[in-house]
């Protein structure tokens, strides 16, 4: 059996958006639905939630194990996996953290860019690493079966997560800073401790982590593809697409300045590039799935590697989270 999975996504839901995703055969989506929000506000957002699958039942439930892949798969429908780009919603307080699993939650970044309670993210000067809190906090990831994320976190906080964690982790969605320099993109020393240990990188189809951004060729990302296979393994590989379909531009500026800032931080655009990025020709949705495919079998990779790559692998990650 194979299975389709973009495992990271971060839209302006709509049946649209529902209808696209079927229409690319995905199996299931890791939806991040808070970054900056506390626990109380966490619960408005789920009860949007619950209103979408109430609405689009014909095309979209909760997901909570790796057997509602295989129930969607069975079905025609999307399972949606929550996720969250930070730890905000477990606030100070490690008991909220098997309450969001009740709640839904199966991914959770440690940090979004900046110093969390838990570790460092990628745009802080200085990486402490992952602190008290933070090795307390996976270890009960760990316990309860919630994956730890690191997609926006610095280099020694992401190798800290890799040593204390007891089950393999994620990068949700980045590439190889070889490939392109983005302060989110992960050096090769990374990715290769990450493999090691058996854990996932979900390749990132957002313009700002691409080479050549919007203008990146697809042959260019398969070629990337291929070259990170050989240093972390294919089975090690997935997607992550990042997209942020439908979303208006205030929705990136709630990304990169939350609560904790006056002044504007453009992230990883600029003061004259403020918005969100265009997507590359071959990848405006997930219908690029189809593109992938082609592109990765033409780069050399088996049809199982590329199964593998467009869903597969994530699908036995999910087995053991």
């Known amino acids: 059996m194979n299975y389709r999975i973009d495992n990271l996504q ?30 109380d506000e966490l619960l408005i957002e789920i009860k949007k939630w619950e209103e979408l699958f109430n609405q689009n039942s014909d095309l979209i439930f909760l997901g909570k194990s790796f057997k509602d892949i295989e129930k969607a798969h069975d079905e025609n429908k999307t399972a949606i996996f929550f996720g969250f780009q930070n730890c905000s919603p477990i606030e ?59 997609s926006h976190s610095a280099e020694k906080s992401t190798f800290d997560a890799i040593e204390n964690s007891e089950k393999p982790i994620a990068i949700t969605h980045a590439n190889p800073a070889f490939w392109h320099p983005a302060k989110r993109n992960k050096s090769s020393d990374l990715l290769k401790t990450l493999g090691e240990s058996g854990g996932m990188l979900g390749l990132s189809l957002y313009p700002h982590h691409l080479k050549n951004n919007t203008n990146c060729e697809i042959q260019s990302f398969c070629e990337m593809t291929a070259k990170t296979a050989e240093m972390m393994g294919a089975k090690n590989i997935g997607i992550g697409s990042d997209l942020c379909l439908d979303q208006p531009d205030s929705v990136v500026e709630w990304m990169r300045n939350g609560t904790w800032s006056k002044s504007k931080n453009y992230g990883e655009g600029s003061k004259n590039k403020p918005g969100f990025p265009k997507q590359p020709d071959w990848f405006e949705d997930a219908r690029g799935f189809e593109n992938l495919e082609s592109g990765l079998l033409k780069v050399g990779f088996s049809q199982d590697e590329t199964d593998g790559i467009l869903g597969n692998n994530w699908f036995n990650f999910y087995k053991n989270i």
Not at 16 to 39: G, M, P, Q, S, W
């Open 10 to 39: 971060y839209c302006n839901w709509s049946r649209r958006i529902f209808e696209i995703n079927r229409e690319a055969k995905l199996d299931a989506v890791h939806a991040t639905i808070v970054y900056h929000e506390d626990f």
């Open 92 to 150: 100070d307080d490690i008991k909220l953290i098997e309450k969001v699993h009740d709640l839904g939650c199966r991914f959770m970044q440690l940090t979004y860019n900046n110093q969390s309670l838990l570790a460092t993210g990628c745009y802080e000067k200085i990486d402490s690493g992952v602190t008290n809190f933070g090795r307390e906090a996976i270890k009960e990831m760990n316990r309860v079966g919630i994956v730890v994320d690191m």
